[in-house]
């Protein structure tokens, strides 16, 4: 078992920045993929950015390219999601999600662990 506790979520205006933690207890993460989903109100949950424990290779959704940046903290055993230049679109709750399953992409239908998530809100 993987446990994963998010924080970090508020209330921000447009062009402003948040940076959400993820603190991960349990197995050893050698070998996962530590993701960052979202999910807006009547919408699917979507990918938003993943990075390797081990390595450190990370990947981001096209509309969070260059805004957003994945990176994680091996002895704190917590992922981090730092976010720029935010959005109205930008507002959802934000999902903490850890698998070692992944073979390229995170999906989130296959996700083995997940955290309760952090509400983001991006006012105009």
């Known amino acids: 078992q993987v446990q994963l506790v998010e924080s970090g979520g508020g209330l921000v205006q447009a062009g402003g920045s948040l940076r959400l933690s993820c603190a991960a207890s349990?197995?050893?993460?050698?070998?996962?993929?530590m993701g960052w989903f979202r999910q807006a109100p009547g919408k699917e949950r979507e990918f938003v950015a993943q990075?390797?424990?081990?390595?450190?290779?990370?990947a981001y959704a096209d509309s969070v390219k260059d805004r957003f940046t994945i990176s994680r903290d091996k002895a704190k055993n917590t992922v981090y999601l730092q976010m720029n230049s935010l959005k109205p679109e930008d507002t959802a709750v934000y999902y903490c999600?850890?698998?070692?399953?992944?073979?390229?992409?995170?999906?989130?239908?296959?996700?083995?662990?997940w955290g309760q998530g952090t509400q983001v809100t991006v006012s105009s």
């Open positions: 990075i390797t424990w081990s390595g450190g290779s990370t």
């Open positions: 999600a850890a698998d070692f399953r992944t073979l390229k992409l995170m999906s989130p239908d296959r996700i083995l662990y």
């Open positions: 349990g197995r050893t993460l050698s070998s996962y993929f």
